[in-house]
């Protein structure tokens, strides 16, 4: 399966390029879901003119993964460049900046876009030449991948486990999810959950017995397998639904992305049971069921307790979630029943609201007003320091110059440095 994200990423491209009233370079991981270096292309390679390209601001999209400035520490090196290849070779090293390597357009800064909020990681990039530009890019990846879950009826439940936990990848930041099945074992849970756990991480092939956790906490003392079936579905399945599983079961426990992490950032897994009209518990950092409410979404504290959601410290926090779990597993039919009309409520409410303009307007304005906020901040900041730099070294040397020169002639230098000036003189 190909998850189409381009199409988001050439939407982004028209929004700036409608903003900024001219050309911009977007760069983004490809294939989709890669963190490597080398998979951070630019998205459309049609700026040729090499005085439109210096010309144009950056934009480079890290709105899938959560932020990781020190996995980038060393910059780009993957661009083939003679010029900073002749650098090197004489020990004149040029600074780094991340993502960007060296600067190379007439513009300091470039966006950062981004899809998380209480990140340290942002200050770092801040002090890198970046201008980090916030908005909710699963919300709208979940509108296009969960689109057909509008017309299905999920009225006909036969629940025959009262919660639903996807499982399947449990390195990195998702070592939280081994602890947490733990738990459900310690809990006499396991039966009153449709779930599964790999006893083999399926990204990294490493058995939890032998894995090196980064934080020993969530080992589990447990024999996992004793338990669960392992897990077969591909990564992909994040990107789709299975209808039975909600007809089959009550209550989804989201197991998000980030838990053991002091920043917020929400994926598609949380929008999942929204769509498909399924109340939540969410498996998140502190304060993510009142981000879900800043967007106009309901949470089911008239129901039960979601003072989970503001415990800071996680592993108290998961204590709190698997015992709210073991006090729904004990409800009896008849406070099933008086709380039916409430939570179906609740689930209409957020199910309406997913699917509306209205939704998708807020999502696509946060873009729109953060991004012109960021190119304002882009053009008011540019003094084009670095780029001055780089072509000071340049043109006083004739052998950097004669490279130079089958890319940009002094007539372009010269034609790009006036621009230069106007930023320094109108900032």
């Not at 989709?32 to 003119?49: A, C, F, M, V």
């Not at 939890?208 to 956790?213: A, I, L, T």
């Amino acid at each position: 399966m190909s998850i189409p994200l381009d199409r988001l990423y050439h939407y982004v491209e028209q929004t700036a390029q409608n903003i900024f009233g001219g050309s911009v370079i977007i760069y983004r991981f490809f294939p989709h879901g890669s963190k490597n270096i080398e998979n951070l292309h630019q998205l459309s390679p049609y700026l040729t003119d090499p005085v439109e390209w210096t010309s144009s601001p950056e934009i480079y999209c890290n709105d899938q993964e959560p932020l990781n400035f020190d996995a980038y520490t060393e910059g780009n090196k993957l661009d083939t460049d003679p010029i900073e290849d002749e650098f090197q070779a004489r020990g004149m090293y040029l600074p780094r900046y991340n993502f960007r390597g060296q600067i190379r357009t007439i513009w300091d800064h470039a966006i950062l876009l981004h899809s998380e909020q209480r990140s340290s990681d942002l200050l770092k990039y801040q002090h890198s030449h970046f201008i980090p530009v916030y908005y909710w890019s699963h919300a709208l990846l979940s509108l296009d991948w969960f689109r057909f879950a509008k017309h299905i009826d999920m009225k006909k439940k036969s629940p025959s486990s009262l919660f639903l936990i996807y499982n399947r990848a449990w390195s990195g930041s998702r070592e939280y999810r081994l602890k947490f099945m733990d738990m459900l074992i310690d809990k006499s849970l396991v039966d009153s959950c449709q779930t599964s756990c790999n006893t083999v991480e399926p990204e990294t092939a490493h058995h939890y017995k032998s894995y090196q956790f980064e934080n020993p906490q969530w080992r589990p003392q447990n024999k996992l397998e004793d338990y669960f079936q392992p897990n077969t579905s591909p990564s992909y399945y994040s990107a789709d639904f299975n209808q039975q599983d909600y007809v089959d079961t009550l209550i989804e426990v989201v197991l998000e992305t980030l838990f053991d992490d002091s920043r917020i950032h929400l994926t598609e897994k949380s929008l999942r049971p929204i769509a498909l009209g399924q109340p939540f518990i969410l498996m998140a950092t502190h304060g993510s069921l009142a981000y879900l409410k800043r967007y106009g979404f309901r949470t089911f504290n008239e129901i039960w307790d979601e003072t989970y959601d503001t415990i800071i410290d996680p592993l108290l926090r998961m204590n709190s979630v698997v015992n709210l779990m073991k006090s729904l597993s004990e409800w009896s039919d008849d406070e099933w029943l008086s709380k039916s009309l409430l939570i179906k409520e609740i689930t209409t409410h957020n199910r309406q609201l997913f699917f509306s303009h209205e939704f998708e307007g807020k999502i696509l304005f946060e873009l729109a007003i953060n991004l012109s906020d960021g190119i304002r901040d882009l053009i008011e900041k540019n003094r084009g320091e670095g780029w001055t730099t780089r072509y000071d070294i340049i043109l006083n040397d004739p052998h950097l110059l004669d490279i130079q020169s089958k890319i940009l002639s002094l007539e372009q230098i010269e034609f790009l440095r006036k621009k230069v000036d106007v930023f320094k003189k109108h900032p």
